[in-house]
């Protein structure tokens, strides 16, 4: 049988075949555009990105941590340094069994579970080529114990470290505050890279306040590594950039005074240049040492500073809530001059007591004889009560608030610290929307001699006596004076600038009034601190102020009453001299002293004496 006849259509098989080669040469085009697009990403776009992998295949960074600024006062005393220590530290990469050390360590140098527990933290955030401390502040038996037995711990080692140390202690504490180790909430916060090879952190005071100035900034070290990625050479360094110096205003040998002045009280003592508002003193009794906190603290040590009765971790100066009794009342007077139509020479009859009209409740004077017939000095040089609660009932209670308010009550003053508080100065609208009352016309008369409601800082205090002082001209209270490099650089802190640019409009007539007054307060023979006017060569305007802390019933006199010593007066003093040109503006608060003349305003003469002995 014959085989099928089969007709070739060769017209058919050439397209056929030039779509084939067409396509071929489509495919290698696309294949070698595709070679070279990707070629060109990885040879200019990526390169950077490629090389640095490339590079860290061999190279690894070990971050080189800055050297934390000082802090200094005005005349260079230090505040803060940092003090060279030994610690001990592990490299986990190198360290084999590290459980079985570090358990091999806690019992040759007697750690504790807290120290093994940090450890483990900070493990979390480190590379296991970066070297972490387990223990800081090793003692010489420490060092010895451990030298005898190094080879039995490879990866761990003694290293020298600087630590952050508060050489005066106590008296320092609640200005310069202290560095700690950085916890997990902060670690969300912070830039990493900033903070890698550092380990602690400001907490509290100047510390935290200027914390990015005293930090300084990371360095790098570049390490050559083997194939098992362990360093073996280094190749490069961009070293660290130390932080900047701080000055301060405050006057250490002065703090020292203030302190060492409250003596038996709780308290605090804050002075300032009024002209400049740099802070001088800025002491809260109790303090404690910061240096407990610096490498940590046992859970023991805080428990007893955190429930101590006299709260030594409560910085008073700032955030003391109290009273500010008489203290208001060259305030006061202002306000009756300036709003509320008084004359100097208006006269007002003090029996010991007043009531309002239509009203059987006496509001006492603190003399119950009463001073008699008295004008606004004299009402202001013997603190009559009674003047002052027919003051407050012509002004009213808003009146009060909107001009108090000009020299910063119920406000913060500012200061370069953090956590400060407000205090209170009351209105009727503020009463309404916080407690839902009406506002009663009593309250507008305690609220006079500085009770009730009204709530002060020694600082914000502190900040009204300068604006007084200064006949007007507002200052912002600042603690931190210059920053200075260590290539000896120095700079104005900004914070600063803006100080002075406002003024209080009062006629130089009611600045001369009242504080004519609050130099006859020290300087006549009817003054409230007549007591501390002997031997001065120069005049000192002040006022005197004893604050109740608890409310003495009608049918009572508080002279007769024996009460415990936590509900004693606080006894208050502010002053500045001298008077005629004031290079100094001081508050004290003694807590539960009693009287202001007697235990406030000596304390401040010892202040202001030191000071300007050294400047008059």
Known sequence: MAAPLTIRDHFLETRLFVNRIIAALVLVVLASAGLVARLAYLQVAGHEHYSTLSRENYIKIAPLPPTRGLILDRNGEVLANNAP????????????GLSKTLEQLKALLHLGDDDIRRFHS????????????????LSDEDMARFA????????????????RNYPYGDFTSHVVGYVGRINEQELQTLDQAAYRGTHYIGKTGIERTYEEQLHGKTGYEEMETNVQGRSINAVGTVPAESGYNLQLSLDVKLQQTAYQALDKYDGAIVAMEPATGRVLVLASKPGFDPN????????????????AEDRPLYNRAIRGHYPPGSTVKPFMGLAGLEIGGVLPSERVSCPGFYQLPGQEHRYRDWRKSGHGSVDMPNAITQSCDVYFYELAHRLGIDRMHDFLGLFGFGQKSGVDLPGETAGMYPSREWKRKTRRQAWYPGETLIAGIGQGYVQVTPIQLARAVSILANRGKRVTPRLVDKLASTAGAEYENPNAANDGAEFIKVRDSSWNTVIQAMIDVVHSPHGTAKGIAPGLTYQVAGKTGTAQVFTVRQDEEYKDMHVADKLKDHAWFIAFAPADNPRIVIVVLAEHGGHGGSVAAPMARQVIEQYLSGIL
């Open 85 to 96: 220590t030994y610690s001990l530290e592990v490299i986990p990469e190198r360290t084999p």
């Open 122 to 137: 900070l493990r979390q955030r480190h590379k296991g080529f970066e070297s972490i401390p387990l223990k800081v502040h």
């Open 292 to 307: 407990l906190f610096v490498t940590g603290i046992d859970d023991a040590s805080y428990n007893t500073l955190q429930n």
């Open 148 to 163: 005898v037995n190094l080879n039995k711990f490879p990866g761990v080692s003694i290293q020298g470290r600087l630590v």
